[in-house]
């Protein structure tokens, strides 16, 4: 009897938790990590668009509006506008202006080179925006892209390069006080730069990945089907009641999870909720898998002379 029961134990305990473990990375993390591709993809789109719609507003301003500026007597084009009644801003000051005041309004585009005008020079360039402005002497058209945790969110950032026309090498090549005066047509000037924030979007797609297993669990249950026993059927016996059990089990841990996930998001760092999706789901389902082992064991499926179909 003794004999028995520590080869049942064996028998049951291991292969169960291993192959409930199988099941819930297979859906629990491959699906979440489809979502957050998806979000990552979706938010490239949307910066490349919006650096292109920033663009054509710029080359507007530069094609339409600067030519006017230039050809006028009260006006002229300068960086220093702000203070100047008679001072249009420049494109780029343009750009840069209007890249501060949206920063005010959380999107985030930035605009910059490692060659700023005198009274920008103490800007700071992170790891990304020196890596990206090495990527565009090499490879000028192919936007740079990083996910990251930044300030504590989840951000995706897209950077694109900025390359010279005529019109732009003539004044930046004359100009008094141009910080570097051999551009040539094509050279990439500057970055624009797009940072969009993601926590939201991630934070959701988990809560719907969990939420979507415990209803298909507790969904099937309710038409009577403990779906459970199809995946785990071949890797141990239970009765309908076992199985009823376990899938009801699963089925509101699926939704403890979806809880806790939005709990955590909700009132924690980004980055706590980061190294919580990996380091905290992952223990809180094995020791929910493990937990369960005494429940396999009391419904395990006997045969007629009392002892189990796996002896
Ligand atoms: C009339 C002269 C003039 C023209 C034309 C001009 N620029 Fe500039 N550009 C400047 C000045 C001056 C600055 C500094 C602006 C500032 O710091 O506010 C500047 C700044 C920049 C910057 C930002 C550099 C940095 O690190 O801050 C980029 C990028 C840039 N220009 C690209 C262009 C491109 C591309 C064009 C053509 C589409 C262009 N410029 C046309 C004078 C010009």
């Not at 020791?287 to 796996?310: N, S």
């Amino acid at each position: 009897m003794r004999a028995w029961r520590h080869s049942l134990v064996w028998k049951i305990a291991l292969p169960v938790p291993l192959a409930l473990l199988a099941m819930i990375l297979a859906i629990g993390f491959i699906i979440p990590r489809q979502i957050e591709a998806d979000t990552q993809a979706t938010a490239v789109e949307n910066a490349l668009q919006t650096i292109a719609q920033f663009r054509s507003v710029r080359d507007y301003y530069n094609t339409a509006i600067v030519p006017k500026i230039r050809g006028s007597q009260d006006l002229k084009l300068t960086h220093l506008h702000a203070n100047d009644p008679k001072g249009a801003p420049i494109p780029a000051t343009f750009m840069l202006d209007m890249s501060a005041r949206l920063q005010d309004k959380g999107v985030s585009l930035s605009f910059y080179s490692p060659y700023p005008f005198p009274e920008r020079a103490n800007r700071q360039t992170d790891a990304f925006q020196k890596a990206a402005w090495e990527q565009f002497q090499k490879n000028p058209d192919t936007p740079f892209i990083d996910r990251t945790v930044l300030n504590g969110k989840e951000v995706v950032r897209v950077a694109v390069g900025d390359r010279l026309g005529e019109a732009c090498v003539a004044c930046h090549n004359s100009h008094p006080q141009s910080p570097k005066k051999d551009w040539k047509v094509g050279d990439v000037r500057g970055v624009f730069e797009i940072q969009t924030v993601i926590d939201a979007q991630l934070a959701r797609g988990h809560m719907l990945t969990y939420s979507v297993l415990g209803v298909v669990l507790l969904g099937g249950l309710a038409f009577g089907r403990p779906l459970l026993a199809l995946v785990l059927d071949s890797v141990f016996d239970l009765t309908q009641e076992g199985w009823r059990k376990l899938t009801f089990r699963w089925g509101l841990f699926f939704f403890f999870l979806a809880g806790v996930n939005e709990v955590v998001w909700r009132t924690q760092t980004t980055d706590f909720w980061v190294s919580f999706k990996v380091f905290g789901i992952m223990p809180l389902t094995i020791a929910f898998a493990l937990a369960q082992t005494p429940l396999l064991l009391r419904h395990e499926r006997k045969t007629d002379d009392g002892k189990t179909d796996r002896a």
